[in-house]
């Protein structure tokens, strides 16, 4: 797995703007535009250009059972570079448990992304299946597993996301 200064900047940066309570209440200079559920978000140095979201829905649980747990914050990215393919990653605000695979399900369709951390990113060879179906979809549900034991399920809207990609990608040739 690489990883990414940009998306670190690019996180921090997200951090201040989103929250679960007042999402986009503060402005950021590198936001470019909002689509409907969308942000997309450019860095000049290196050229990086992303499109991010948080969740409309996240369930904790533990043994089957809901419980409160602390999450930081909770983003599904889709990142391109000059001259490189599209990068779907995720962090799920807490350390994923170690050799864990998060599901990913996009209206029936299901994926994987391999947890490195708290990142994961889509395995080999199978972001653009990725985008395909989130371009196509409504919704994309993730499911992880943290290093404590606690089971997450976060659904994230797709409305935006095909006009978000578009002017990410755009932005990034």
């Known amino acids: ?60 649980t533990r043994n089957g059972q809901p419980v409160s747990v602390r999450r930081g914050d909770i983003l599904l990215f889709v990142t391109y570079r000059p001259k490189s393919p599209a990068e779907i990653s995720f962090t799920g605000g807490y350390p994923f448990a170690k050799g864990s695979k998060i599901a990913v399900d996009i209206d029936g369709k299901e994926f994987e992304l391999i947890a490195d951390g708290e990142w994961a990113w889509a395995t080999p060879g199978s972001d653009n299946a990725i985008l395909a179906a989130m371009k196509n979809g409504s919704q994309a549900m993730l499911t992880a597993r943290s290093g404590k034991g606690t089971q997450t399920k976060d659904t994230f809207s797709l409305r935006g996301f095909t006009a978000a990609m578009t002017e990410a990608e755009t932005r990034c040739k």
Do not use: Y
Not at 19 to 35: D, F, H, I, M, P
Not at 39 to 59: A, D, L
């Open 1 to 60: 797995m690489t990883f990414h200064f940009g998306r670190v900047l690019g996180a921090t940066v997200i951090t201040g703007i989103f929250s679960l309570t007042a999402v986009l209440a503060q402005e950021s200079s590198n936001r470019v535009a909002v689509t409907s559920d969308w942000n997309v978000f450019t860095e000049e140095n290196p050229k990086e250009c992303w499109s991010v979201t948080i969740p409309k829905e996240s369930v904790n």
